[in-house]
């Protein structure tokens, strides 16, 4: 441990807390625009079934996002519950972690107000993209520092197969919004495969540890 209070790691649970907040308040600000367009559909005298037709794309993009802040603070919270100190330097990944949660919400509202076109593909899956390279940066740190916790190996490496997973596949996405807009945001189903493909790569990774090495007969 060092004696510079700058440097010195701290225990977790602010961090986590802070954490928390900030996901929280990323996730309420992506209902902002969706309540800004029931105000002026009041006012417009339109319809419910008219209200949800005409922003069909807003209540999509909430959804999606919305989903997806979720699944990120699920990943977060399982690759930092048996970390029990954080240092500076893993501090500052978390930080870039919790800005491209921040920043999500704007992406969405673009998605939801605004006509597509190939660069809002770059802006919003490239916004997802971060927040994965972020995570795993999180999970190399740790896997070079395992006195900050009790996470065993097997966990960092089955989190940072999991990461380079969903970032082949979100830059899969990325090509395919970009290729085929203003409807290409279909690709992002592609994430449904993100957890089967990263289980598999774990199996096999296992599979080939297990594997006894050759005997190499000495002729005796």
């Known amino acids: 441990m060092t004696d510079d209070p700058r440097s010195r790691p701290f225990r977790t649970e602010r961090f986590k807390a802070f954490v928390d907040a ?48 979720a699944t990120f603070w699920m990943g977060h919270h399982r690759q930092y519950r048996d970390v029990e100190w954080i240092t500076p330097p893993l501090l500052w990944i978390n930080v870039a972690w919790m800005a491209t949660i921040v920043w999500l919400p704007v992406p969405t ?9 190939p660069l809002q593909a770059v802006v919003y899956i490239g916004t997802l993209i971060m ?6 940066a999180g999970w190399l740190y740790l896997s070079r520092h395992r006195e900050l916790g009790t996470v065993s190996a097997s966990t960092i490496r089955a989190g ?17 919004a970009v290729a085929a807009s203003p409807n290409g ?36």
């Open 22 to 69: 900030v996901v929280a308040i990323a996730m309420t600000l992506l209902i902002l625009p969706l309540m800004e367009s029931v105000s002026e559909a009041a006012s417009g005298r339109m319809s419910t079934a008219e209200f949800l037709d005409e922003h069909s794309g807003q209540l999509l993009s909430f959804g999606l996002s919305f989903l997806l802040i």
């Open 109 to 117: 509202a673009m998605i939801g107000q605004m006509d597509n076109d």
């Open 131 to 136: 927040t994965q390279v972020t995570t795993l």
């Open 160 to 176: 940072a197969i999991g990461d380079l997973a969903a970032i082949v596949l979100f830059s899969g996405a990325l090509a395919i």
């Open 185 to 220: 945001y279909a690709g992002l189903f592609l994430l449904v495969l993100s957890g089967p493909a990263s289980r598999l790569i774990n199996r096999l990774l296992r599979k080939r540890d297990s594997t006894p090495e050759p005997t190499v007969d000495s002729g005796t």
